[in-house]
């Protein structure tokens, strides 16, 4: 029983990472533009499409294709909001979301137009996973924890050292005053996309490498995500992170009372209970 | 002296509806202003249209002799102007050193000259750099939100209710700084409902009653007017 729940443990942190580095962009858009982006969980595919571009046709290591992938996941992001949303500035939090969905549904078919819509991975090698006592611990999910942790501190240092992250997390507190207090608020606003766009290119990546690359592979999380930054309290990047880790665990510790199925029922339900109860999030958020 | 700021007949709204029936308004160099008037006589709105957050339809505004009508707030702040709004004028998630920089963003050089005067002007401020400003009291909250402003060395200040939802010691210490930042030649155009206080010190006053110039005069003399005394200060 214990060996189970440090099992499902190390498997929820690796899931939660995941939610964790897809959640602080949708919390920190949702705080800078006011709207739930339906389209983050696509761009975590483009990431991971991204990715397979530098690993398969040009053959480059992972260690060159993740941060390229992430660099372009980010450039297209950018891109994104210049051609979409840039224009849509000042129409209501409404037509903002129903256009991102609409935005999902563009990247998710221009994927699948690209790559086909069967399953890929990135490697067909098998790698043996590493045995502590009963403990089994697949070498890319330590890899994927120990990047993830490293994007998380990368991400503090951004957020809590540069001019442009202390911008970010004011806009994010306070889009008004930041524009009153002087703020290019414009150029956060591309910051920010520039930021989600990485982040969430970093957690399809991790995805594909956990499972397989899909065209669906992103829109199958955009669930855990969202109730992830909703639970860490939309607008707070940490508040996101924690709420990522806590629903990855929660969801594969479920498993030992729950039929795995309802894995995604325990996002659903986690959803559900924070806007009852703690509408602001665990955190005192908006 | 010459006008630091002026309002010529200013009219304007959100979305069609004017709220400012053509506004006159000034403030000369390191005059205190104080603008009065009942709820919904265009007090804030014309602040914020001064501040290029409501659209100014007709008239001009002008600071420095430079035309600033709905100028956007970023262009202005270099100017040497500051607004702090009556609600939601800090940023609660991060620490009282963080909003005193952020007030600092418009400068691309150093800004800790103008930090160590802003905790200097409350220095309750200063053992408290490191703590969320979300977790403070109103008035410090308040002092957090001033001292935001006044690290670009604005020229002109705008306060929106500075002193509103205050304790009446916390009400009394932030008119007190207020004045001592006027002592350090910064003007003040500020709105407020503790209107007998603030009018003892102003230097002018303007009285605003649907969207439109009512009566001005000095502080005092506003004060001492019967009907003016009568209609908003209770007598």
Do not use: C
């Not at chain 1, 992001?77 to 549904?105: E, M, N, Q, T, Y």
């Not at chain 1, 006592?133 to 490293?150: K, S």
């Not at chain 1, 309290?233 to 880790?245: C, D, E, L």
């Not at chain 2, 060395?153 to 930042?181: M, N």
Request: charged share 15%; no cysteine; glycine share 10%.
């Amino acid at each position: 029983m214990l060996v189970d729940l440090v099992q499902l443990t190390i498997f929820g942190l690796v899931v939660g990472g995941i939610f964790a580095l897809g959640a602080v962009g949708v919390s920190l858009l949702f705080g800078i533009l006011r709207f739930a982006n339906f389209a983050h969980g696509d761009m975590m595919t483009l990431g991971a499409y991204l990715a397979l571009v530098f690993v398969g046709p040009l053959a480059l290591p992972m260690w060159v294709a993740f941060p390229a992938a992430l660099a372009g996941t980010a450039l297209a992001a950018v891109a994104i909001d210049r051609a979409l949303f840039k224009r849509l500035r000042r129409a209501s939090p409404v037509i903002l979301l129903i256009s991102s969905f609409g935005l999902a549904l563009i990247l998710r078919s221009l994927i699948q137009i690209i790559w086909g819509p069967e399953n890929i991975v990135y490697w067909t090698d098998i790698v043996l996973p590493w045995r502590l006592g009963e403990i089994r611990i697949r070498p890319p999910h330590v890899v994927m924890l120990a990047v993830t942790v490293a994007l998380v501190v990368a991400l503090h240092l951004f957020l809590t050292r540069t001019r442009i992250g202390k911008a970010m997390r004011a806009m994010a507190d306070d889009p008004d005053l930041a524009r009153i207090t002087g703020i290019p608020t414009e150029r956060v606003i591309l910051w920010t996309w520039a930021l989600g766009g990485a982040l969430a290119a970093a957690a399809g990546i991790f995805l594909a490498v956990d499972t397989r690359l899909n065209p669906l592979l992103g829109w199958n999380v955009l669930l855990p995500v969202f109730a992830a930054a909703l639970l860490g309290g939309i607008g707070k990047p940490y508040g996101a992170i924690a709420g990522g880790f806590l629903l990855g665990v929660a969801g594969e510790v479920s498993t030992l009372v729950l039929d795995p199925v309802y894995k995604p029922a325990v996002a659903f339900a986690v959803i559900v209970l924070v806007l009852v109860y703690r509408p602001t999030g665990l955190f005192g958020g908006r | 002296m010459t006008a630091l700021l002026e309002m010529r007949a200013v009219r304007g709204g959100y979305g069609g509806v004017d709220i400012l029936n053509g506004i006159d308004l000034a403030v000369r160099e390191r005059e205190i202003v104080v603008v009065i008037g009942p709820n919904g006589a265009g007090k804030s709105t014309a602040m914020k249209a001064i501040f290029g957050l409501v659209a100014v339809r007709e008239g001009e505004i002008r600071f420095k002799g430079q035309d600033i009508t709905n100028m956007a707030p970023e262009r202005l702040v270099p100017l040497g102007l500051s607004y702090v709004p009556q609600e939601r004028n800090v940023f609660p998630s991060l620490t009282v050193q963080e909003n005193l920089e952020l007030g600092a963003y418009v400068r691309r050089d150093d800004a800790a000259a103008e930090l160590a005067e802003v905790l200097a002007l409350f220095p309750v401020l200063e053992e408290r750099r490191q703590q969320a400003v979300g977790t403070m009291s109103g008035g410090e909250r308040q002092m957090v939100a001033i001292g935001r402003a006044l690290m670009t060395r604005p020229e002109l200040l705008l306060l929106d209710e500075p002193t509103a939802g205050l304790s009446p010691r916390a009400t009394e210490l932030i008119f007190e700084r207020i004045r001592a930042i006027n002592q350090k030649g910064v003007a003040i155009l500020m709105v407020e409902q503790n209107a007998k206080q603030a009018l003892a010190f102003a230097d002018r006053a303007y009285v605003l009653v649907g969207g439109a110039n009512r009566y001005e005069d000095s502080g005092p003399a506003v004060l001492a007017h019967p009907e003016i005394a009568e209609m908003f200060l209770g007598g």
